[in-house]
């Protein structure tokens, strides 16, 4: 089974809008990452986020995590049509062996 | 540098068939890894390689086989094609653990 799961699942904004989305997760994890993918494309690494953060920014990207909850939320500002993506987290468990799981995604797409 | 090409880009296959889908990435990384992604879900680990001569299984290994006998090179092999195999497919390296991925333009596998 998939350690994560990405809410909402499909996500529709207006160019200038923010987007957020959320990543829950299962087993304790050495760190969080977010990825896009766009239609047809291999998956581009965004930013990653260690255990022990809270908070991180690259750009217009804000990402949070939350590891008493199990989540964390991915904040895109000012949303551009080129924004249009699906956005994925992606975790290094820990205490599961080495693995690294992906989960379900977010569909984002960014009205004109 | 190239970074992460993948080879073929779609591959029609039929049951009972075997094929190689090839991986190389020229940028030293240590780590490399195979996925796939079915339609609506996220990508989800089939096997891993910690570096020259070492790998282990992902969470979907069964009906799959790689080595890697080089830096540069980790091919997946399909021993006999079944339809539940038709997918696409990721290849991805990370310089050191499951750090920063990059990943492959994919390869699309049709099982008839």
């Known amino acids: 089974s998939q350690q994560g799961e990405e809410d909402p699942q499909a996500l529709s904004i207006q160019e200038g809008e923010n987007a957020t989305m959320n990543c829950s997760y299962k087993t304790s994890i050495n760190n969080l990452q977010w990825y896009r993918q766009n239609s047809g494309r291999g998956l581009v690494h965004l930013i990653l986020?260690?255990?022990?953060?809270r908070e991180k920014h690259s750009g217009r990207l804000r990402v949070t995590l939350d590891t008493s909850k199990k989540s964390s939320s991915l904040l895109i500002t000012a949303s551009r049509a080129a924004d249009t993506a699906s956005y994925f987290c992606a975790t290094d468990a820990r205490n599961t062996g080495n693995q690294f799981y992906f989960g379900t995604g977010t569909s984002l797409t960014v009205i004109p | 540098n190239a970074g992460v090409t993948q080879t073929p880009k779609f591959q029609v296959l039929k049951t009972g068939q075997s094929m190689t889908l090839q991986c190389a990435q020229d940028m030293n990384h240590e780590y490399m890894s195979w996925y796939r992604q079915d339609p609506g879900m996220g990508l989800r680990l089939i096997h891993y390689s910690v570096g020259a001569g070492i790998t282990d299984q992902g969470e979907v290994p069964n009906g799959y086989n790689v080595s890697r006998s080089t830096t540069e090179d980790f091919p997946l092999r399909l021993l006999s094609a079944a339809p539940s195999q038709t997918s696409v497919y990721f290849c991805?390296?990370?310089?050191?653990?499951?750090?920063?991925?990059?990943f492959g333009p994919g390869t699309r596998l049709l099982v008839l």
């Open positions: 991805a390296s990370s310089y050191r653990g499951w750090e920063t991925q990059y």
């Open positions: 986020i260690r255990s022990n953060e």
